[in-house]
């Protein structure tokens, strides 16, 4: 809803500690999603993540598991900047992700200026339910080959800023195998569809963010998981010594 341009690269958080969100700040990305759909992160972990996120310039996602109103209220009264909701397969189910992250008329969001959203009761009513309804940014996910199929409409959604490609649940719940042409005809077609319609767009990269970004439409990447990111440099570390000195213990 808020006409400003969508922070551009950001990363998962899923490991429960807050100081994953400092060292992605101060890596330099825009934003962080912290995972609460795959995670196995608490609402008192998530509400410290926000907190801080704030206080090192960084936008922070929450990726809710559903749109029960604990799974969303919490976050947003926390602060989030916005939500990411999964499994959005029509228009359908993007109203009802409306519905449960916007105040009235629009959505059934309860309100409470009692949070960090209300400034812990400092701001007034009107402000905080104009930054929840102008401000916070709702993504959903389109990761079914009928959510791509739909993405016109789902995009077109009052309430909805962004969609989310997401590429694992995509080839899972299409049985698509590796490299499947029918897949990559799939997502062809719903960047295409979302260009028409300026519907700001988003996926996971994995080292081909400039032909996303420059070439293939996308507004925002997410690029990697804390969790990918201290497997991925372990597995590096050990692997190196152990091919720098043949002498190691295997
Ligand atoms: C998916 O690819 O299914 C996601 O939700 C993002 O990684
Ligand atoms: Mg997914």
């Not at 897949?183 to 719903?190: K, P, S, T, W, Y």
Request: aromatic share 6%; charged share 20%; with cysteine.
């Amino acid at each position: 809803m808020t006409g400003d341009a969508f922070p551009q690269l950001g990363a998962w958080v899923k490991l429960p500690a807050p100081e994953s969100v400092e060292l992605l700040a101060l890596a330099g990305f825009d934003f962080v999603v912290i995972d609460a759909e795959h995670g196995a992160i608490d609402t008192r972990t998530i509400s410290t993540m926000i907190g801080l996120a704030r206080g090192c310039g960084l936008v922070s996602f929450v990726r809710v598991a559903g749109t029960a109103p604990r799974d969303v209220q919490v976050p947003l009264d926390a602060g989030a900047a916005g939500l990411f909701v999964p499994q959005v397969d029509d228009a359908a189910r993007a109203r009802e992700a409306v519905r449960a992250t916007r105040f009235p008329p629009l959505g059934r969001r309860g309100a409470s200026t009692s949070g960090r959203a209300g400034r812990w009761g400092l701001e007034t009513l009107g402000d905080y339910l104009r930054t929840g309804n102008d401000e916070v940014r709702l993504v959903v996910q389109a990761e079914s080959a009928g959510a791509l199929s739909s993405i016109a409409e789902i995009g077109a959604v009052s309430g909805v800023d962004a969609v989310f490609i997401g590429p694992t649940d995509l080839a899972v719940s299409g049985q698509f195998e590796e490299n499947d042409d029918r897949m990559a005809d799939l997502v062809a077609a719903a960047e295409r569809r979302c260009a028409d319609h300026r519907i700001t767009l988003g996926t996971t990269a994995s080292g081909n963010a400039s032909e996303l970004l420059d070439r293939r439409g996308y507004d925002f990447l997410v690029l990697g998981a804390d969790t990918t990111m201290l497997c991925q440099g372990a597995h590096a570390l050990v692997r190196g010594a152990r091919t720098a000195a043949p002498g190691a213990r295997r």
